[in-house]
Each structure stands twice: as C-alpha cells, then as structure tokens.
C-alpha cells in the first residue's frame, strides 16, 4: 500500500487512483524514463533520464561532472513521473474523447550510492534487467569509469498512481448517435535485434527476448 | 530554426543537440505526452498531460476546475518535456551502454484560449489528428461542454531537442571482445481498433490508419 501524504493523493479523477504497489512497481519498470523537475531561477525543468528499480527504490545515473546530477545530488525535494499511453478512447460526443493511460509521480529526494561494490551491482543489474546473462559476456566497469558515474536513489514511499483503462463514457442520451465508438490501443514493439556495424562475424546473436516478450507486446 | 537561451541551451552531450525545427514538430506530434512542470510549496510535481501541436503551437486541455489547469493558466514560466524512447544500445563495456531516444524541452508560459469558437476549432483539430474525418460523424461539442474545458496554449519559441540514434560508442581496446554488440529497437504499434462493449450492431469500423501508419511502424 502506497502512502496517501497530501502532495501524493490524487485530486482529479480520484476514481482513477490506485494504491497497489504491485502497478505502482509495474507502471515504472515498463516505463524506463523517469521525467524528474528540477528548479532553475528562471524556472522549472522537465528532464528524461533513463530509470530503473530494484526493489523498492529506483535508481537513475549519469556523469559525475552533470550540473543535473549534481543538482540532484543535494537533496532537493523532487518529483519523479512515469507514464505509459495505452490509446484512445473514441466517444460519440468530441467531449468524452479521452485516453487509457498509467502514470506514477514519485516523491522524495534522492542520495547518492557512494560504494562502488554497491555502484558496480546496481548498474549491472540495470544491464540484466534489459538483456539477461550480458554481464557474464561484458567487460565490466573498471574503477575509473565506475568513478566518473553518478548513481543516485529515491525511495518508493511516497508515490500515487492513476490507471485510466475503462470503458467508452458517453452521455445516455448520445448512445443512439451511429458512429462507431471504442479503442485505439497503443503498445510497444520490442526487437528484432539490429547488430552494430562493427559487429565482427561469427558472433551469434543472443537471445534477451525473456526480458520482455509478453511483458508490452500481450497486455 | 530553434532559439538559443542560456536555459534551453543543450549543455550535456551538446553534439546531440538539433536546431532543425522539423525534429522539434515531430518528437511532439509522436509523444502525445508532455510533462509539465509547476512549482508547488512543498516541490516541483510533473504531470502528464496530453498535448498536441497546431501549427507553432502546442495546446492542453482540461477542467475548468481543475487546479492544476488554474495554476498553468496564470502564465507562471514552465517547461513541458516530450520524451520517445527509441531502444537500447548494446556496447562490449558496461560502461557504454546507452539508449537510443528522441526528446524535446520546451519553455515558457502558457495562455488561455477564451474564445467558444477558437477552443471549438483546437479541439476538434485534435480528434481529427488521432482519427481523421471523426468531427464529420460524432456529436460536437455544446456551449456549457466547451465553457467547462479550459484550453491552453504555448508558443514553440524556445525549445532545445535532442536525437540520440548512433551507433554502439565502445573503446577501441574492447573491440575485440567475443559479444554480440547492437541494438533493441523499440517502436510504437497503433491498433487494431477495439468496440466498446456499447457498440450497436451494424456500425461499420472506421478507418483511420492514415492517421498513424508508417509513422511510428515503419521509422
């Protein structure tokens, strides 16, 4: 069960909110970018990082010298967006037009991960999560790279989630209109696999499908 | 061309940086999404919001009531993010490994659009962007529908948008390493359409693929 502070509890179609962790968890493992604010003097910024979970916390990175990063770092109080579009909804009426979506707002400030034993198996299991077994297959990160990453935490205690998956909403009287009424659904279509130019031959192509087949594609 | 303030000058990985304005059009035109920043007492929150381009404009809609839509409208400074996440760049190194994406920051403040007509005709060119020839068949929106939405607009005058699509950024002395190096692309897959459990019998399906097909699928 998710927390229900007063920035983290859903004002606007509160019949839309969720406090299952499981979707909370889902909502952001599916996502992989994280749309974090920070504050600027001349005003706030809306940044994409790449992020990722492990239990419950989630985890973002980037270079040791970004000013972002950096900002972050300090513990300012944050906030944390996923979302997933899932398609439209296509009403008799232009006014119940909408959409089915999943979204998650974190709240919280973040610490930065210090010990880089802690560094190195965080991030590679960033790498597991998105093409198992690669670990064993890579070199691993050397003291020096793992140095110049900045890894940084947010606890999942204060987050709210909103989940819109129901049913066309027209008004009683705009049923009998003949128009055609349901869903465009969107999903998202992982592989094949692109080799890189400078793949040399003779290199099988690995199999990482178990990462994600039936995970976007069967929902 | 894009302008270049200090605040939507790209300052992190600046040779991904785009000032070709076709880019900008078209990362916002795919997302769908944008996350908005505002400034609460007690942090930043972003939220998703639908959004959609006319023009050199980009507009959100929603309850008249809604806070979040009252706060926007009093033409505080924002930044509206559009994110797509195009797959994942395998390297030799852990270190290198990265994403593939398309993103789009944009600044400014938004203005209401009071107007009946105006907000009619905006709104309208919305449903007909995700279903064309739709406006011709549904029913319009009433006078009390279009007083109780707000409409919003901001210009596309200062933006910074970034293309991340290279190829696999390894060191030269990983090179050789016996692993598969490439890419896992990740793309958009629209339909097909699903009835609502509401649909009369005999109401033809629509076709509104022009709206959608080759333009995410086939990139």
């Known amino acids: 069960m998710l927390s229900n502070t007063p920035r983290s509890k859903v004002k606007k179609a509160a019949h839309k909110a969720q406090d299952n962790v499981d979707i909370l968890y889902q909502v952001i493992d599916h996502s992989l970018i994280a749309h974090i604010a920070i504050n600027e003097a001349s005003g706030p910024v809306v940044i994409p990082m790449l992020a990722w979970r492990v239990e419950d916390k989630v985890y973002i990175h980037g270079a040791n010298n970004s000013r972002l990063m950096r900002n972050l770092a300090k513990g300012h109080q944050t906030c ?9 909804v296509l009403a008799r009426s232009a006014f119940h037009h ?25 991030l590679n299991h960033f790498i597991e999560q998105i ?22 935490s947010i606890p999942l205690t204060e987050a709210s989630v909103k989940v819109s998956c129901g049913e066309v909403n027209d008004d009683q009287a705009d049923l009998d209109i003949p128009v055609w009424a349901g869903f465009i659904p969107y999903k998202t279509k992982i592989g094949p696999l692109k080799p890189s130019a400078t793949l040399a031959i003779g290199i099988d192509e690995p199999d990482y499908s178990s990462a994600y087949m039936g995970r976007w594609d069967s929902e």
Request: proline letters at 2%; a negative charge.
């Open 80 to 88: 944390l967006t996923f979302t997933l579009f899932d398609g439209w």
């Open 98 to 122: 909408s959409a089915h979506y999943r979204s998650a707002v974190v709240f919280g400030s973040f610490t930065s991960v210090v010990d880089r034993g802690e560094k190195d198996r965080l």
């Open 131 to 152: 093409a198992p077994g690669r670990c064993e297959d890579i070199r691993l990160s050397s003291d020096k790279e793992l140095d110049a990453t900045m890894l940084l």
